[in-house]
């Protein structure tokens, strides 16, 4: 990992976008900090005045005076302080609502290719911690350093004034007191880097064993992937260790040189007062303001590391907000109002990789109402016909119509919309039944989701649930059975009534009895939409207008079930002849 600057110009001018719009409030903060360290820089001047004008002279009336002033700048600093640090926070917190909204939405329009690419830890760290730490940046970085500054400077400013000689004995440890507090961050941001490098596989170790327990469980690796989280973790325990040394070390140094120097002081100042060089009161404010004089002079180094950390992780979310996602709908989209269905492939070649064709010259049409199948060997490119038909991804070479024109010329929401699809990994959210079916979508009401479910023939079954439609859906469907959840997923592609239907696998864990109904229903459901529908068992597409034949991603074979079957040797003929030799109609 390359050293990132604690300050990147760049990227901060990029941040103050979303500062801005809360600028008075961070300017407000900024006024009431400048009065928190005025307030703070006048204590121990006060105590001075105290002891030298009343305490010193044996003068109490005069007294009443800079102890009442005392009182007022102690209260005036919790105010202050409260106020400042309230401001502070309701801007970070504003600005870390603007940026995580701004990523999720990004997150939702990046395509299918970037998802791919990118972990889901990957992108929960972005929305996350990431944003967190950048909000720390915003509370306690960048502004703390500068009023950190202002106050080392104003501090240093009034010691100067005070008398000259013990300023220059005091100032004269910040140089090694600077020294040993640079090495010991150094040490430590390293180890830290460390700790978090390993965290993030411990998080992603975590996630995909709990996600898989069940898998975990059945196989009884129980005690293995113990075993290996163990190690995991003992390599975090090591290397938090190996910082805890560090960070232990210098409290306590930092503890030793801070007395000594307060020691150091009161020799010199002592010295001097026997001197009559200053006076007593000159020598307790050099002492009130030595001890509010290092906290800052140590924490630089702090805050410093923390504004690296935060400057990594606004590059990082900013990388992310620059990724744009190729598939987009063009300037001119089109919108047709109705569509008639027509498909049309032509020479369309296709792959995931630049280099690895999937898909090799396709080429077929689909006349509007026409209702096809295609079958083929498991990764012989069924599901990425669709997925490009969706537009998912865009074709490599050739180009795919829709009612003549190029799907690249529609505007994309649109065309998703006319086109209903079953996926095959098929999903469903932690919510409702009904939820599942409509996805929130406003014109979506439960006559809608239950005329749906009525035509896969669930509305039966649901209706025997206490909740009916409204009965709670678990994380990814867990309380359903795979058949169950396909029967959803078609329902809610039933649902959204779109010009176009397309079912991959649909069927495929169903029972047959309830199979030979649910075609009845496709049937009629699918009415005289255009429709697509991919199938491993050919009896699922007996009543197909036309069949497609894919083998390593290209179109091999056309036609009906009865001209299909004549082909001697043919692709169709093997796979009927496999289905039907186990008995199975
Ligand atoms: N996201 C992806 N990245 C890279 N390769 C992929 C991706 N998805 C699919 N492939 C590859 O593309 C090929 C075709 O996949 P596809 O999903 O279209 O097959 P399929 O015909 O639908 O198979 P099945 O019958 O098992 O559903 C396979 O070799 C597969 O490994
Ligand atoms: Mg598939």
Redesign the pocket.
Known sequence: MHDVPAVDVHLIRRLWTYISPYRLLAALSLVLLAGVNTVQLAQPYLLKYAIDESIAVSRLDGLAYPAMLFLFVVFMEFFLRFGQLYTMEIVGQNVIYDLRCAIFSRLLTLD??FH?KNPVGRLMTRVTSDVEALQEALTSGLVLILADLAKILGIIAILLWLDLHLAAATLAVIPPMLAVSWYFRRRMRATYRQVRKIVARLNTFLQEQVSGIRLVQAFCREREIEARFAKLNEEHRDAEERGVVFDSAFSAVAELLGTLTLAWILWVGGRRILGDGITFGTLVAFVGYAQRFFEPVQQLSQRYAVMQSAMASTERLFDLLDTHPRIVSPVNAMEPARLRGEIIFENVTF???AD?P??RNVSFRIAPGEKIA?V????????????LLVRLYDVQGGRILLDGIDLRDFDLMHLRRSIGVVV?DHFLFSGTIATNVSLDHPKIDARRVTRALDAVGMSRRIAALPEGIDSAVAERGGNFSVGEKQLLSFARALAFESDVMVL??ATASIDTGSEAALQHAIETALGDRTSII?A?RLAAIRQVDRILV?HH?MLTEQGTHSELIKIKDGLYRALHDLQTEGGRP
């Open positions: 299918a290719e791919n792959g995931y990789a690895q999937v898909l295609i083929g060997w498991t990764g012989s490119g069924k599901s990425t016909v669709i997925r095959q991959d696998e991919i491993h894919f991603g």
